[in-house]
């Protein structure tokens, strides 16, 4: 019988040392930031929006502020528009990527990366005066005592721009191993260890789908049991 517990816990081992080895490179907002950007170009357009992130890092976000100016510095840099206007004099217009290397076969309409860049903008708004770091720190605080993850989840990840689905694999996947590095907390580590262990799984994608066709019997009662399904099913097919 598959013991998915010991392979979501090595999940959760290899995303925290993505997360110390980003920490290394570069500083916290940056590495959020970074990471959060990436995660946008899910599944065909991920270097283009690492490229995006680091051509438009995040303390040049914060010194624009304002949600349609972060978007349009965004979409600026993409390539996606010409327009300059409310952009301030300092900003480099040298930097930029060429429309054609974003990828779009494939991807439903929803998914379009400029729709992706207008969508996080306003989350990235929201954290302009805190850093990106500190902004989801202090609702995780808040959120301790909470024994019901969906909720806190829902309170966490308040902010506009972003379904629900989209928000619960940016928690799980980024900023709970993020977080698990980052902060010292005692009481944030066992919150955020509660969340992996009780948060129920997320929606079935592709991979999860053949795990459940190929393992019947094996149930998935928690996003520790699903991520540790989705690593076995990807190291299973890698080993074929």
């Keep these: ?9 090595k999940w959760l081992e290899l995303k925290k040392q993505r997360m110390q080895n980003l920490l290394k490179i570069a500083l ?3 590495a959020l930031y970074r990471e959060i950007m990436l995660s946008l170009g899910y599944p065909k357009n991920k270097v283009n929006f690492l490229e995006l992130a680091l051509i438009t890092p995040y303390s040049e976000i914060r010194k624009l502020k304002e ?3 972060i978007e349009k510095a965004l979409l600026y840099r993409a390539g996606f528009t010409d327009d300059k206007e409310d952009l301030p004099k300092d900003f480099d217009f040298s930097l930029r990527m060429d429309k054609s290397v974003w990828v779009y076969k494939g991807i439903r309409p929803a998914n379009f990366p400029e ?4 969508a996080i903008s306003g989350l990235l708004e929201k954290t302009t005066e805190s850093g990106i770091v500190n902004f989801f720190l202090e609702r995780i605080k808040s959120e301790t005592k909470n024994k019901n993850p969906r909720k806190s989840l829902k309170d966490i990840m308040n902010f506009e721009g972003i379904g ?4 619960e694999e940016m928690f799980l996947n980024i900023i709970m191993p993020f977080m698990m ?3 010292q907390n005692s009481e944030i580590q066992s919150f955020l260890r509660f969340m992996f262990e009780n948060y129920p799984p997320l929606s079935e994608n592709k ?6 066709l190929n393992n019947p019997s094996v149930k998935i009662e928690n ?3 699903y991520m540790g399904a989705i690593l076995f099913q990807k190291q299973n097919i890698n080993d074929e």
């Design 1 to 9: 019988m598959i013991n998915l517990n010991i392979f979501g816990e």
């Design 28 to 30: 916290p907002d940056e």
């Design 67 to 69: 949600k349609h100016i």
């Design 115 to 118: 729709k992706r860049i207008k």
């Design 164 to 167: 629900l689905q989209r928000k």
């Design 181 to 183: 590095v980052y902060s």
């Design 207 to 212: 991979v999860i789908k053949l795990f459940k």
């Design 223 to 225: 996003v520790k049991a």
